[in-house]
């Protein structure tokens, strides 16, 4: 959980730097005008595997932009250096710093930190030893009525985003209220310091969720994805769901029809 928090501030640093400088940051599109890189990225992303490096030579890493460096042990490092980069580029506070450390053998999440520098955030878990924010061990929410529950979502992959109007219009009749941050990681970790209520965020990679699936797990959470509850593994089909516990079944009764033909 240290190596991961240092990786994190590291990251978290050169991101910062690089927001209070934006009018000389480089943006690049990757695949098209939703899916945006800078130098910022690559910059934070390169602290973060030099912390790893450092600290834990023998690991492999698996990070967003600079894809897999291979390790001989048998933990895997799990890389999104800024979370949220649109948000980030418009100046928006939903972005996050992401490091998770992974067992190679199941996927199941090790250690976990996620950065939300704009909101001066930091959270972390390690597998048996809680979820802890600026210090403190925190929990999720106690919330366990659906109509009063706040959730987060995403759209997904390009194949699932024709289902975000039936997800809404699934959802917004029986809950409280629903956001879109933009940042899965964020979100995520809204989740498991009961800033949020429940997030279902598909179509995600480790990188991207898999921080936050052990920070809701360690703090008391339900996750896994609509097959079934996965805690505290990565779910291989990247569709996360993450609740308080007695929400879990009933919005992945909600959603699950939905996604039956695209996840």
């Not at 130098?39 to 030099?50: G, K, P």
């Not at 996360?240 to 039956?260: D, G």
Request: hydrophobic share 40%.
């Amino acid at each position: 959980m240290e190596v991961a928090q240092r990786a994190a501030e590291a990251g978290a640093r050169v991101a910062m730097h690089w927001r209070e400088n934006a009018e000389d940051l480089p943006i690049e599109q990757k695949t098209g005008p939703r899916d945006l890189v800078s130098r910022a990225d690559r910059e934070s992303e390169d602290a973060i595997v030099a912390v790893l490096r450092q600290m834990r030579p023998d690991d492999g890493i698996l990070g967003e932009e600079h894809g897999a460096v291979a390790g001989s042990s048998e933990v895997v490092w799990a890389v999104d250096p800024i979370d949220g980069t649109t948000n980030y580029l418009y100046g928006r506070s939903d972005w996050a710093v992401s490091v998770a450390a992974l067992s190679r053998r199941d996927n199941c999440v090790l250690a976990a930190a996620i950065a939300e520098p704009p909101m001066g955030l930091m959270t972390t878990a390690c597998q048996g030893g809680g979820t802890w924010s600026q210090g403190r061990r925190v929990s999720i929410s106690e919330q366990d009525s659906l109509e009063c529950a706040l959730i987060e979502v995403n759209f997904g992959r390009e194949n699932q985003r024709g289902k975000a109007g039936a997800m809404i219009d699934a959802l917004s009749p029986h809950t409280r209220d629903i956001r879109r941050g933009g940042s899965a990681a964020s979100a995520l970790a809204q989740v498991a310091t009961g800033r949020a209520d429940a997030a279902w965020v598909p179509g995600l990679q480790p990188w991207d969720g898999a921080a936050g699936v052990l920070l809701v797990s360690e703090a008391g959470g339900a996750v896994g994805d609509l097959a079934g509850p996965t805690p505290p593994c990565w779910p291989a089909s990247g569709d996360v769901l993450a609740s308080t516990p007695n929400l879990w079944a009933p919005l992945q009764s909600l959603i699950a029809p939905l996604y039956t033909e695209v996840v």
